[in-house]
């Protein structure tokens, strides 16, 4: 198992849709053939539209705010000595997260398609509240599924999806979080796939919305690309990415460009939900050897029992409390191509305090994930060793939480 040079990643998968293989696929049901169908076709068509393209950079630059910041953290990298610390800022996107770049995307397929409806999952509420914008931006009506556990821990996303105009869709199945409420979005989409275009929040699911997705938020890694070579004059020769690990589109989206330096040169390093300190349960199915399994149309590392089934998770972080992760991942895992560990939930709030109280972000707790790895990285590496960790969310959305187990929120 390989990594091809000069093709995309997210098109090195055989004819059914596999990376490797083994990861990915189409486990869809019949009356979801033609539309998947039709949708594939439509978007090999847009890759290579021109004027699909202008738009599409149009809209990144003018309305997303791309590129979004590259900046040296002085007083983190001070405080641990080492490695230098920076940060791609992505946060400063419009709507506070990387969710933005997808989102646009997927609504402008769906002007496209000649589709009113956009309907679409969320956990931490970032993918909702930026369809939600995006939708409101090009005239679409919106409708997202949400679990009612992370609806109650995800207020502030909620209030802005509700301003959007969308409608949010409770969700009190299963876990009532983020893999339950994809569950329901698919569900409605089988029903209403004529008039509704769906856009599933990360690199997970069946084959072209991995590849879409993947191909939205690789404009992320593209303008970092560019940000180091001026910045440096050439890529660095000790760079390491850090980027939290949920279903891994923010990840994706931060490496892509970096994929054909040798891994010595330019390391992935992705950081899963470990979960509380004491517990069992985790969402790291990558960390801690899970199996193979179907979730959401897609075969993946996910997390199960001794009969198969899918175990709930647990995390602080509901962007990452999720028992699958992309095919994507699954595959640079297994070409050895990107390292996955955890970061608990202690870790993450630790990090989230320290990064917050020295510098002038403030991470999510999703990407505090990272910087925690990288915060325990940094002392023990050489002061030419570049660190460079993925801020893909805003705070704010966590305040209640982070005032809850920290006794204050300061943005």
């Not at 939600?132 to 409708?143: D, I, P, R, V, Y």
């Not at 602080?316 to 970061?343: E, M, N, Q, W």
Request: charged letters at 25%; one cysteine or more.
């Amino acid at each position: 198992m390989k990594i091809k040079k000069n093709i995309p990643l997210i098109d090195q998968h055989n004819k059914n849709g596999f990376w490797g293989g083994k990861f990915g696929g189409n486990f869809i049901p019949e009356t979801l053939k033609k539309p998947v169908e039709d949708l594939e076709i439509l978007f090999k068509k847009l890759r290579k539209d021109k004027k699909f393209l202008k738009e599409r950079d149009y809209y990144f630059k003018n309305w997303v705010g791309a590129p979004t910041p590259f900046i040296k953290l002085n007083n983190l990298t001070e405080y641990l000595g080492g490695a230098q610390i920076w940060a791609k800022v992505v946060s400063e996107a419009n709507g506070g997260a990387h969710k933005i770049y997808n989102a646009t995307v997927h609504c402008l397929i769906a002007k496209r398609a000649g589709k009113k409806y956009v309907v679409g999952d969320t956990g931490a509420g970032y993918a909702g509240k930026m369809l939600s914008m995006a939708a409101k931006k090009f005239g679409l009506k919106c409708k997202i599924f949400m679990g009612i556990k992370d609806m109650n821990r995800q207020k502030p996303n909620c209030d802005a999806m509700r301003k959007n105009g969308a409608e949010i869709v409770p969700v009190y199945t299963g876990s009532q979080t983020l893999v339950d409420a994809v569950s329901e979005c698919m569900r409605y989409w089988v029903s209403n796939c004529d008039t509704t275009h769906m856009c599933v929040g990360s690199t997970v699911g069946p084959n072209i919305f991995v590849k879409i997705c993947g191909w939205s938020t690789s404009q992320i890694s593209k303008e970092l690309f560019i940000q180091m070579k001026k910045e440096f004059g050439k890529i660095p020769k000790k760079l390491k990415l850090y980027n939290c690990v949920g279903g891994g589109s923010s990840s994706f989206g931060f490496w892509n460009e970096f994929m054909h330096y040798n891994k010595k040169q330019v390391e992935f390093i992705g950081i899963e939900a470990g979960g509380p300190k004491n517990s069992k349960r985790h969402a790291a199915p990558l960390t801690f050897g899970s199996k193979i399994g179907v979730l959401h149309g897609a075969a993946q590392y996910v997390n199960q029992d001794i009969e198969g089934q899918i175990e709930e998770t647990e995390s602080i972080s509901a962007g990452l409390d999720y028992p699958g992760v992309s095919p994507l991942h699954c595959f640079l895992k297994d070409t050895k191509r990107a390292k996955y560990t955890s970061a608990t939930d202690e870790e993450a709030l630790n990090a989230f305090k320290l990064v917050s109280s020295l510098e002038k972000i403030s991470p999510s707790l999703e990407p505090s994930h990272a910087f925690a790895k990288a915060i325990k990285d940094a002392p023990k590496l050489s002061k030419d060793t570049i660190c460079c960790i993925n801020s893909c969310g805003d705070s704010w959305k966590d305040k209640d939480i982070i005032k809850s187990r920290l006794g204050k929120y300061k943005r």
